[in-house]
């Protein structure tokens, strides 16, 4: 079994869609009700994320994270090009950095750096 797609509820596809991009997901996908992005980091190609409109929104659930090997010059490209954040880059005691964000409907995104942590942490199982 394999996570490889993920979707959240939206009010505005174009705004969203828009958004999503500009973070650098690659558009697939696109209706008027519906969005799907390539993640362009995934070596297989196989990880996608969406965007569904939806009559209500509740933003504030999971964090969903988007890895990104350039974390520090992303942030710093999406900050110059207007892009909120809400935290970061910060190291993390479980030896991730990361910088936190919201999109346009209050979902909390996190982009991060984890290496080889991500999966062989110091203290794996």
Request: hydrophobic share 40%; net charge negative.
């Amino acid at each position: 079994m394999n996570l490889n797609h993920v979707t959240v509820e939206v009010a505005d596809i174009p705004r969203s869609r828009a958004f999503y991009q500009r973070l650098g997901l690659t558009l697939i996908v696109s209706a008027d009700h519906y969005a799907r992005f390539a993640c362009p980091e995934d070596d297989e190609g196989r990880a996608t994320f969406s965007i569904h409109r939806a009559e209500a929104v509740t933003p504030n659930g999971p964090g969903i994270y988007f890895e990104c090997p350039d974390l520090d010059a992303r942030f710093g490209a999406l900050q110059a090009a207007g892009v909120a954040f809400d935290s970061g880059p910060v190291d993390q005691s479980w030896l991730w950095r990361e910088a936190w964000l919201r999109d346009p409907d209050g979902h909390r995104l996190c982009l991060y750096v984890a290496g080889d942590n991500r999966l062989d942490p110091p203290w794996k199982v």
